[in-house]
């Protein structure tokens, strides 16, 4: 063996974690597919081609803007990969392809690299482009599809009257005119359920919608229906450190907390009557809390941050879910605190090793 | 009951132990010429007190601490001193350095012990400046200027550092194994020294074995002395984490362990001090290990102060392949160094020859808080990039930047492999040179 070897002087430490930006964008990737597949499973092929479109769009104007901008190329990270389709999951199975492409262009293009690129940009880039083309495209991003296990229940006749609403839309339209907890208000408007659903809901006590909205067999966004594959998504990125748990907990719980407490006012209900499950199984509540409420660039840097940064999303969105003019409250809220993002990270400190909390002088009691 | 550690930060590496924890500590055989540097110890250099040509005998000083902060620094051999001349340090500290001639034949170290039980706290500590003792955990902190404790301060527990966080390095664990007893009892000096009430030894839980062999050492001869077992995690070597999992206080930025009433002393550190005050040894050899996964058989080494890398490298087989890195000390906080010519010091606990790693290919910072999190100290390591790669050293200066003690949890733990530590080095640096 040679024994003067050419040796690397660098500064310490020379070992490091097995962990880098490609492998956590890949991780989250992987740990959407479920949710995704199941969309394309409940939905059709025509799911498959809004996610494809959304990917490819996304990948490919990345691929241009760093050649255009004469930048190293950046596709190998991932992170153009999820943006797409994290797009592509935003989007309703039936609308026109021309609105994941403008939603991807807009995520890459504007959100993410007139600030820079990775790392710079100051909202989570999907969620950016999928509102974006919700104020552009509104009814079109609003009209949905039912599930194939929830078509096969329905009449022909039904089928019109039903197949735009997810549960949120459909009582955003009734909430007004009657007092009754959602669930009620879905069972007499007559929203399909499956059989499954109406067993393992009497078995349990719950409404059959939240178990029907817990397995997926709702209408929505392509990657948001199935609750529980979000769900067991979540936890494999937060078992293997992806993420941590302080934003989807605090975001979930807030949710949960102002529902339980609030909730069951419109229904003339009174204060801590409200439902807790159902709002949390509908709309894109797992897929933001857990998969875009936590993009790193986005959120605080703290975990205390990261807290407070929770608790605005949920707070925003039990807001708008409620007072709003939109079904959908998830990713707006998100945006909003994308915003204070900044603010929460420069207000919000650790405390550091061997430094002393003032305690705060007691008052003298009058 | 759950083993204590710290409570915030730190990192999980790869341990890396097995390469040389079942080597038996082996002695080096005499090399053919030593290194031996002036500036061993963190502090002024030492001034040299023989010329070129003057024979020296083992044990003999060569070189006289030259300021409050400094230690004296004596012959690990009888011989000639060939040369003086300026070496580079594994740290890239420039000094002088004897280059020193060992005869063939090395008289013997005294075997007869001393009792210090008679002998007051002021004379212990003076043989302990005497006989050249420096902190061996790595930072090579002179010992008596550690064990000096001012008037003004109350010191009343002494915690004894067995953790040896690093990962590869087991020169501690190997001298804990052989060499506990007298260990403890350069403990029980350093103790009555500092006039402690307590004395703690706190070992990592990857060393089932010391803590079992210590515990009965201890409560065989009766001594008053706790073994606590460590929940592992890095940096918990360091004395600020070391004292909040073993006694639960916390040094205040700036502070030394001496302001919450402690002393944390290396278990190597206590071994030279028995070494020292009972067989009048002084400080002029260690155990080093020589490991890494280029290495042909990793080993654990005792060898005198000032002997070349080679050398050591040598004894373990040369190398099994070609590594990209040697490293003095751990691979967390080790200095990478270039010459195997390179001496070993008073603080070098290892020689490691690590093999090329993955071309790491950088992104921007996500923003993902692993380095925050990961800070054993709270710092926001990705926040003090970006101000020093802006050059604002006054606001990371303001954040607490000195505050860092370049564990490189940051580093290990960041995803878009920025330069953090390099960043804070190069960040203290300007600073200080601003103010």
Not at chain 1, 99 to 118: M, R, Y
Not at chain 1, 172 to 198: D, H, I, W
Not at chain 2, 164 to 186: F, N, V, W
Not at chain 2, 336 to 364: E, H, M, N, V, Y
Request: charged share 15%; aromatic share 8%; with cysteine.
């Amino acid at each position: 063996m040679n024994t003067q070897p050419i040796l690397t002087v660098s500064t310490s430490p020379h070992t490091h974690a097995k962990c880098d930006t490609s492998t956590i964008m890949w991780m989250v990737s992987i740990a959407l597919t479920p949710s995704a597949l199941w969309g394309v499973y409940s939905f059709g092929f025509r799911a498959l081609l809004v996610l494809a479109v959304s990917i490819g769009t996304a990948v490919l104007s990345e691929y241009l803007v760093t050649q255009l901008a004469r930048k190293s190329p950046t596709l190998w990270d991932g992170s153009a990969f999820l943006t797409g389709l994290l797009v592509g999951m935003n989007m309703s199975p039936r609308v026109a392809l021309f609105i994941p492409v403008l939603a991807s262009l807009f995520a890459i293009l504007v959100v993410k690299w007139t600030f820079g690129g990775l790392g710079a940009n100051w909202a989570n880039p999907a969620l950016g482009g999928r509102v974006f083309v919700f104020f552009s495209f509104t009814s079109a991003m609003s009209t949905f599809q039912l599930p194939r296990c929830l078509q096969r229940l329905l009449d022909a006749s039904m089928v019109d009257s039903l197949s735009g609403a997810t549960p949120l839309t459909y009582l955003k339209t009734r909430t007004a005119e009657s007092l009754s907890t959602s669930s009620q208000l879905l069972a007499s408007g007559n929203y399909p359920v499956t059989g499954f659903a109406q067993s393992v809901g009497q078995a349990l006590h719950i409404s059959p919608y939240t178990v029907d909205s817990f397995f997926g067999n709702v209408g929505g966004c392509i990657g948001e229906v199935s609750t529980l594959l979000l769900l067991l998504g979540g936890i494999v990125l937060i078992l293997s450190k992806v993420i941590t748990w302080h934003i989807p907990v605090s975001f979930i719980g807030t949710v949960a907390i102002l529902n339980w407490i609030f909730g069951g006012m419109k229904a003339g209900l009174g204060v801590f009557h409200g439902e807790i499950l159902m709002p949390l199984v509908s709309g894109g509540l797992f897929l933001g809390a857990f998969f875009m409420a936590t993009d790193y660039v986005t959120s605080p840097i703290t975990h205390k941050g990261q807290l407070v940064f929770g608790f605005g999303c949920g707070f925003f969105t039990f807001l708008l879910r409620n007072f709003g003019a939109l079904p959908e409250a998830v990713s707006v809220s998100i945006l909003l605190m994308n915003i204070v993002t900044p603010t929460i990270d420069r207000y919000i400190k650790n405390r550091k090793f061997g430094e002393v909390v003032k305690q705060p002088k007691k008052e003298a009691k009058a | 009951m759950k083993a204590p550690t710290f409570s915030k930060g730190g990192v999980h590496p790869d341990d890396k132990k097995s390469l040389s924890r079942e080597q038996k500590i082996e002695v080096l055989p005499l090399p053919s010429e030593l290194l031996v540097s002036l500036s061993q110890h963190l502090g002024a250099p030492a001034k040299a007190t023989k010329a070129k040509g003057d024979t020296v005998i083992r044990g003999e000083k060569i070189g006289v601490a030259s300021g409050f902060i400094s230690a004296d620094v004596h012959s690990p051999v009888s011989g000639v001193i060939v040369d003086i001349k300026a070496v580079t340090l594994a740290n890239s500290v420039s000094c002088d350095a004897y280059v020193i001639k060992p005869d063939a034949e090395q008289p013997a170290w005294p075997t007869e012990k001393t009792d210090w039980h008679m002998q007051s706290g002021e004379e212990l500590l003076a043989e302990i400046k005497d006989y050249g003792i420096v902190g061996m955990g790595g930072a090579t902190f002179p010992a008596q200027v550690k064990l000096s404790i001012p008037k003004d301060k109350d010191v009343n527990v002494l915690v004894v550092n067995g953790v040896e966080c690093e990962p590869y390095l087991t020169a501690d664990y190997r001298m804990m194994l052989e060499h506990g007893a007298e260990a403890l009892e350069g403990a029980m000096i350093a103790a009555k020294i500092i006039r402690a009430r307590r004395v703690i030894v706190g070992i990592e839980l990857n060393k089932p074995d010391c803590i079992a062999y210590l515990k009965g050492i201890v409560s065989q001869n009766n001594l008053p002395i706790e073994i606590v077992g460590l929940k592992m995690k890095y940096p918990q070597g360091d004395e600020k984490q070391l004292l909040k999992a073993t006694i639960n206080r916390e040094i205040p930025s700036g502070k030394l362990p001496l302001d919450v009433g402690a002393v944390v002393c290396n278990v190597g550190t206590c071994n030279a001090i028995y070494q020292a005050i009972v067989f009048h040894r002084p400080l002029v050899e260690r155990i080093v290990s020589v490991t890494g996964e280029c290495i042909a058989h990793p080993k654990n080494i005792l060898a005198p102060i000032g002997t070349k890398t080679s050398d050591l490298i040598a004894f373990c087989g040369g190398f099994r392949s070609e590594p990209e890195k040697l490293i003095s000390g751990g691979p967390m906080m080790g200095f990478a160094f270039f010459s195997q010519d390179t001496p070993i010091c008073k603080g070098t606990s290892g020689i490691l020859a690590l093999p090329p790693q993955k071309p790491i290919r950088q992104t921007p910072c996500l923003n993902c808080g692993k380095c925050v999190a990961a800070c054993p100290i709270g710092l926001e390591p990705a926040r003090m990039y970006r101000y020093i790669t802006a050059g604002d050293y006054a606001l990371a200066m303001a954040n607490d930047l000195m505050d860092c003690k370049e564990c490189g949890c940051c580093s290990f733990s960041c995803p878009a492999h920025l330069p953090l530590v390099q960043a804070m080095k190069t960040g203290k640096k300007m600073g200080r040179k601003k103010k």
